[in-house]
T-cell receptor, first 114, second 115 residues
């Protein structure tokens, strides 16, 4: 079975600084990896995904993530944080090409301070 | 193009009552997924439906919970005889006819509070 861990409940950064939200995964095969963002009282929005190919994936709103197979990680990054990036971020992993086996992490709350 | 619509947004029930949560997928989407989000936890998959069919209900509790997605109308998640532990946010997501892995479109959720 696949699982994903987000080791930090909370990440605080100053506006303009780079941000990293960490994610590690555990699967018995080749993973499909995803990042979603949830703004207050809203549903999750898809940010980016890794399926195959280039380990550096670029997504919405200037976010990117790097797939590292040796470290089983898929950290979310952004070079320069905005206050509007403050939200809850979820990492997810799937083993198949189906959505119903996607497993989400517990989420990391990102706060960007002016 | 309207997104995934869920209602009610907030629902309060007393223990033992029934809760019905509705989800209308995005136009053109025929796949619906229900997730539950408990406080301070990630989303837990509950059930995956296509029109008139339950494809995967492996995440659904065996008792009191049921889901349907009729030919006409929204998908319904039904919780009978609610208990306090059912208090959570329930999210519906949809995807197009040919699922694209990971690109789920989520509704804003229905927050159930059981008194």
């Amino acid at each position: 079975a696949q699982s994903v861990a987000q080791p930090e409940d909370q990440v605080n950064v100053a506006e303009g600084n780079p941000l990293t939200v960490k994610c590690t995964y555990s699967v018995s095969g080749n993973p499909y990896l995803f990042w979603y963002v949830q703004y207050p009282n809203r549903g999750l929005q898809f940010l980016l995904k890794y399926i195959t190919g280039d380990n550096l994936v670029k997504g919405s709103y200037g976010f990117e993530a790097e797939f590292n197979k040796s470290q089983t990680s898929f950290h979310l990054k952004k070079p320069s944080a905005l206050v509007s990036d403050s939200a809850l971020y979820f990492c997810a992993v799937s083993l198949t090409y189906n959505n119903n086996d996607m497993r989400f992490g517990a989420g990391t709350r990102l706060t960007v301070k002016p | 193009n309207a997104g995934v619509m869920q209602n009610p947004r907030h629902l309060v029930r007393r223990r033992g009552q029934e809760a019905r949560l509705r989800c209308s997928p995005m136009k053109g989407h025929s796949h619906v997924y229900w997730y539950r989000q408990l406080p301070e936890e990630g989303l837990k998959f509950m059930v995956y439906l296509q029109k008139e069919n339950i494809i995967d209900e492996s995440g659904m509790p065996k008792e009191r919970f049921s889901a349907e997605f009729p030919k006409e109308g929204p998908s319904i998640l039904r919780i009978q005889q609610v208990v306090r532990g059912d208090s959570a946010a329930y999210f519906c997501a949809s995807s197009p006819r040919t699922p694209t892995p990971g690109e789920l479109f989520f509704g804003e959720g229905s927050r159930l509070t059981v008194l």
